[in-house]
């Protein structure tokens, strides 16, 4: 039987409040939202760059009025700026003023060591957190395998171990978003705690919605026209298909430059906005026959 | 049967189909049913799509399956019972209704209507596709007899006819049409399946009628549509390999000890070497030959292996192609940085005629021309890969010759497209070249990519 939880009631109910926020939702991640809130597990979004992977976690924190606590991820990415570090420098003061009075060594020792001298990074920050919060782990792709080992006791458990203080767990589990371009393979430790969300180019009906939302002074026939055009491309074969943002990124261009039909000479003109490759632009202007 | 029954025989297929499920997966997935309403089937899938499928790739397979085991519907439905009181549809397979059921397909196919497509296919599989058997239990359905019978392909010219008449280009209508064509029928063979499935159980068909996900697919076996998938995979397989090698080449970055600056850097911290330095570990980048078959047999396979390396052109220090089938040919220039792959693929088969004379595949011929005409291609830094089932006709091998070329190289692989049983079976000659030049096999994108990457 569906049990009441504080993210999203049902799924229908997901989507209608993502919607309302201006995240235009399919039906699969919807679902896919309203479980992960539902079982209290993390939700890994993967999908081509550009298809609203990291604007789906800020749209969640938006209609649940939860706290975004994000997480950039890179190469060389670690424990202290991921987890927490100790800040020693405050810790060395803490030691020197100390040397003046006669405190045994072993209670400064205990002294130096606790809430005041920890520096909370995202993961610990999102666990300690009482309000509801949202926890974006960006482009998790990006890290070195062993940040993933480090991610799994808090996507497990909601729990970070530190040697100094013992373990401290989730007041109150947030709702973790996991993305990635899938640059490469996650490993699948990482994997089985998740749920897995695909992200794809929409269909043109949903696209034309998502740009007649974003950039509202568009008129209505031209975004027609924009939205098969980017259906057209996306057939191409090209390196680099053009995604929502790009597609979004077009209808302000036009919006900005008063194109009020998009014709073939307006779309060559424009076409550096969605496609990023020379050898694509080269391809769809044969493929569509901009320059006779 | 209850639902767990069925929930553990779909888990038992997914897991026979190559999805590994992990029993921790199975229990997510039960929660998030009990979480969902059941009324919805696209609500249950996306239940199961989130919890049990962890790879894009694997969908395709996971969506066959879950037709076959949790079907759209029974038989042919509701549909059926409105049927039976229609007056005209007492005659339903003879010309005249063939004729008239094609007229449906091409409005549903120009209309794009994707909830009348499925409908006309199940009921086109309903009509055309059924087989009777000779006692209950042995009818079938067939999508191949239903799609004999109502070629859909044939119908293209009359979708595309309706699409410009909608106001759409031309090229662009034609492939639109193709690409509804080619959804139709899938629709019809998943809807075969899922008759097939209720008469003898999901189990009997999963086996046999899925295929493996695109990665997995043999070069071999791969359909034209398969193909262009494949090709669409190579730039996304040569962006996780550039991914991985940086990362590897990163966590190898340390080389020796560089004593000098070790000592210099100790200095500050009064003589005592806190921190080491290191010279850094200069980059290894291989010259690459690469000699491939492109007989018909194997053209496939050696396309995509030159489009992936290719692909990953900055990683080598320089790639030098060859294609023979009797004679050699040099396909270096068709390479140039950032080409489209489409145009490359359409001016690689368009030489294929240079590197014929006679046009039966002769390795021994071909090894021997290339020593003559390009053996200024391999020096000592350079590595030697052939491509190719060692398929020789028969003729002459050149042992001596090959042994020559490996000998000049650094390093020399030969990946063969064929399973290995396959190997040394008819006139291939796979072990006696397998001898001079280690050989290996390499089927799949999967098994192309590992192999790529262990040559870097």
Same mark, same amino acid.
């Given at each position: 039987?569906?049990?009441?939880?504080?993210?999203?009631?049902?799924?229908?109910?997901?989507?209608?409040?993502?919607?309302?926020?201006?995240?235009?939702?399919?039906?699969?991640?919807?679902?896919?939202?309203?479980?992960?809130?539902?079982?209290?597990?993390?939700?890994?979004?993967?999908?081509?760059?550009?298809?609203?992977?990291?604007?789906?976690?800020?749209?969640?924190?938006?209609?649940?009025?939860?706290?975004?606590?994000?997480?950039?991820?890179?190469?060389?990415?670690?424990?202290?700026?991921?987890?927490?570090?100790?800040?020693?420098?405050?810790?060395?003061?803490?030691?020197?003023?100390?040397?003046?009075?006669?405190?045994?060594?072993?209670?400064?020792?205990?002294?130096?060591?606790?809430?005041?001298?920890?520096?909370?990074?995202?993961?610990?920050?999102?666990?300690?957190?009482?309000?509801?919060?949202?926890?974006?782990?960006?482009?998790?792709?990006?890290?070195?395998?062993?940040?993933?080992?480090?991610?799994?006791?808090?996507?497990?458990?909601?729990?970070?171990?530190?040697?100094?203080?013992?373990?401290?767990?989730?007041?109150?589990?947030?709702?973790?978003?996991?993305?990635?371009?899938?640059?490469?393979?996650?490993?699948?430790?990482?994997?089985?705690?998740?749920?897995?969300?695909?992200?794809?180019?929409?269909?043109?009906?949903?696209?034309?919605?998502?740009?007649?939302?974003?950039?509202?002074?568009?008129?209505?026939?031209?975004?027609?026209?924009?939205?098969?055009?980017?259906?057209?491309?996306?057939?191409?074969?090209?390196?680099?298909?053009?995604?929502?943002?790009?597609?979004?990124?077009?209808?302000?261009?036009?919006?900005?430059?008063?194109?009020?039909?998009?014709?073939?000479?307006?779309?060559?003109?424009?076409?550096?906005?969605?496609?990023?490759?020379?050898?694509?632009?080269?391809?769809?202007?044969?493929?569509?026959?901009?320059?006779? | 049967?209850?639902?767990?029954?069925?929930?553990?025989?779909?888990?038992?297929?997914? +897991? /026979?189909? !190559? @999805? *590994?499920?992990?029993? $921790?997966?199975?229990?997510?997935?039960?929660? #998030?049913?009990?979480? %969902?309403?059941?009324?919805?089937?696209?609500?249950?899938?996306?239940?199961?799509?989130?919890?049990?499928?962890?790879?894009?790739?694997?969908?395709?397979?996971?969506?066959?399956?879950?037709?076959?085991?949790?079907?759209?519907?029974?038989?042919?439905?509701?549909?059926?019972?409105?049927?039976?009181?229609?007056?005209?549809?007492?005659?339903?397979?003879?010309?005249?209704?063939?004729?008239?059921?094609?007229?449906?397909?091409?409005?549903?196919?120009?209309?794009?209507?994707?909830?009348?497509?499925?409908?006309?296919?199940?009921?086109?599989?309903?009509?055309?596709?059924?087989?009777?058997? +000779? /006692?209950? !239990? @042995? *009818?079938?359905?067939? $999508?191949?007899?239903?799609?004999?019978?109502? #070629?859909?392909?044939? %119908?293209?010219?009359?979708?595309?006819?309706?699409?410009?008449?909608?106001?759409?280009?031309?090229?662009?209508?034609?492939?639109?049409?193709?690409?509804?064509?080619?959804?139709?029928?899938?629709?019809?063979?998943?809807?075969?399946?899922?008759?097939?499935?209720?008469?003898?159980?999901?189990?009997?068909?999963?086996?046999?009628?899925?295929?493996?996900?695109?990665?997995?697919?043999?070069?071999?076996?791969?359909?034209?549509?398969?193909?262009?998938?494949?090709?669409?995979?190579?730039?996304?397989?040569?962006?996780?390999?550039?991914?991985?090698?940086?990362?590897?080449?990163?966590?190898? +970055?340390?080389?020796? @000890?560089?004593?000098?600056?070790?000592?210099?850097?100790?200095?500050?911290?009064?003589?005592?070497?806190?921190?080491?330095?290191?010279?850094?570990?200069?980059?290894?980048?291989?010259?690459?030959?690469?000699?491939?078959?492109?007989?018909?047999?194997?053209?496939?396979?050696?396309?995509?292996?030159?489009?992936?390396?290719?692909?990953?052109?900055?990683?080598?220090?320089?790639?030098?192609?060859?294609?023979?089938?009797?004679?050699?040919?040099?396909?270096?220039?068709?390479?140039?940085?950032?080409?489209?792959?489409?145009?490359?693929?359409?001016?690689?088969?368009?030489?294929?005629?240079?590197?014929?004379?006679?046009?039966?595949?002769?390795?021994?011929?071909?090894?021997?021309?290339?020593?003559?005409?390009?053996?200024?291609?391999?020096?000592?830094?350079?590595?030697?890969?052939?491509?190719?089932?060692?398929?020789?006709?028969?003729?002459?091998?050149?042992?001596?010759?090959?042994?020559?070329?490996?000998?000049?190289?650094?390093?020399?692989?030969?990946?063969?497209?064929?399973?290995?049983?396959?190997?040394?079976?008819?006139?291939?000659?796979?072990?006696?070249?397998?001898?001079?030049?280690?050989?290996?096999?390499?089927?799949?994108?999967?098994?192309?990519?590992?192999?790529?990457?262990?040559?870097?």
């Amino acid at each position: 039987m569906p049990q009441p939880n504080s993210w999203f009631a049902t799924p229908a109910d997901a989507a209608a409040r993502l919607a309302a926020s201006g995240y235009l939702a399919d039906e699969a991640t919807a679902t896919t939202a309203y479980l992960a809130g539902a079982l209290e597990k993390p939700l890994l979004v993967e999908g081509p760059a550009g298809v609203g992977k990291t604007e789906l976690a800020k749209a969640v924190a938006r209609v649940t009025g939860a706290d975004l606590v994000r997480l950039q991820c890179y190469e060389g990415l670690d424990e202290a700026r991921a987890l927490y570090e100790w800040n020693y420098k405050k810790q060395l003061l803490r030691i020197q003023s100390s040397q003046g009075t006669d405190q045994a060594w072993s209670e400064t020792h205990d002294d130096i060591f606790t809430d005041e001298f920890l520096l909370t990074r995202p993961l610990l920050t999102a666990i300690r957190r009482e309000e509801p919060t949202v926890l974006l782990i960006d482009e998790v792709d990006k890290t070195d395998v062993e940040v993933e080992g480090l991610l799994l006791e808090v996507l497990s458990d909601f729990q970070v171990t530190i040697p100094e203080l013992g373990t401290v767990s989730a007041v109150r589990r947030p709702f973790v978003v996991l993305t990635s371009n899938a640059t490469r393979e996650l490993s699948e430790a990482v994997k089985r705690r998740c749920l897995y969300l695909h992200l794809d180019y929409p269909d043109a009906e949903r696209e034309r919605e998502i740009v007649s939302s974003q950039v509202p002074d568009l008129e209505e026939r031209v975004a027609a026209q924009l939205v098969a055009t980017i259906t057209r491309l996306r057939d191409l074969d090209l390196k680099k298909a053009p995604s929502i943002a790009e597609s979004v990124d077009w209808a302000r261009t036009l919006v900005a430059l008063e194109i009020g039909d998009l014709d073939d000479r307006a779309i060559a003109d424009t076409l550096g906005v969605v496609l990023k490759h020379a050898s694509d632009q080269a391809r769809a202007v044969k493929e569509l026959r901009l320059r006779a | 049967m209850s639902l767990v029954d069925r929930h553990i025989q779909f888990l038992e297929a997914l +897991r /026979g189909a !190559g @999805l *590994s499920v992990s029993l $921790a997966e199975d229990l997510d997935a039960i929660r #998030a049913l009990r979480a %969902l309403e059941w009324d919805d089937r696209a609500t249950v899938r996306a239940g199961y799509a989130a919890t049990l499928v962890k790879k894009q790739s694997q969908r395709p397979t996971f969506d066959a399956l879950f037709d076959l085991y949790f079907p759209r519907m029974v038989g042919d439905g509701a549909a059926a019972a409105t049927r039976e009181q229609d007056p005209e549809g007492g005659v339903r397979d003879n010309a005249e209704a063939l004729s008239g059921f094609r007229d449906q397909v091409v409005d549903a196919l120009a209309e794009g209507d994707r909830q009348a497509m499925v409908e006309l296919a199940a009921d086109m599989v309903a009509r055309f596709g059924a087989m009777p058997g +000779r /006692g209950p !239990g @042995l *009818s079938s359905w067939s $999508a191949y007899t239903a799609l004999q019978r109502v #070629a859909p392909a044939e %119908l293209t010219d009359r979708i595309v006819a309706a699409l410009l008449a909608a106001g759409r280009p031309e090229d662009d209508g034609r492939r639109e049409a193709a690409r509804r064509i080619g959804s139709f029928t899938t629709l019809v063979e998943a809807d075969a399946r899922r008759r097939i499935a209720e008469e003898k159980g999901p189990d009997h068909v999963a086996g046999v009628a899925v295929r493996p996900t695109i990665d997995r697919l043999d070069f071999t076996a791969a359909r034209k549509a398969d193909l262009e998938e494949m090709r669409r995979e190579i730039y996304p397989l040569a962006r996780r390999l550039a991914t991985r090698l940086t990362q590897e080449h990163h966590a190898r +970055r340390r080389g020796p @000890l560089d004593f000098r600056r070790t000592v210099r850097a100790s200095m500050s911290t009064g003589g005592v070497p806190m921190i080491t330095h290191h010279k850094p570990k200069r980059p290894h980048r291989t010259e690459l030959v690469v000699l491939c078959d492109v007989s018909g047999s194997v053209a496939n396979f050696a396309q995509f292996t030159l489009l992936l390396v290719y692909a990953l052109r900055d990683q080598f220090e320089k790639v030098r192609a060859f294609t023979f089938i009797d004679h050699v040919h040099e396909v270096t220039p068709y390479f140039t940085p950032g080409a489209d792959p489409a145009d490359v693929m359409a001016d690689l088969a368009a030489s294929t005629a240079h590197a014929a004379l006679w046009g039966r595949t002769n390795y021994g011929r071909a090894l021997a021309k290339f020593e003559v005409n390009h053996a200024d291609a391999l020096g000592p830094k350079s590595s030697l890969l052939i491509l190719g089932d060692a398929r020789s006709n028969y003729s002459d091998l050149n042992l001596d010759v090959l042994k020559r070329l490996a000998g000049s190289a650094r390093h020399a692989w030969w990946l063969n497209p064929e399973h290995r049983r396959h190997w040394d079976t008819g006139d291939s000659a796979a072990t006696r070249y397998g001898d001079i030049v280690p050989m290996v096999e390499c089927r799949n994108l999967t098994q192309l990519g590992e192999l790529v990457h262990d040559i870097l």
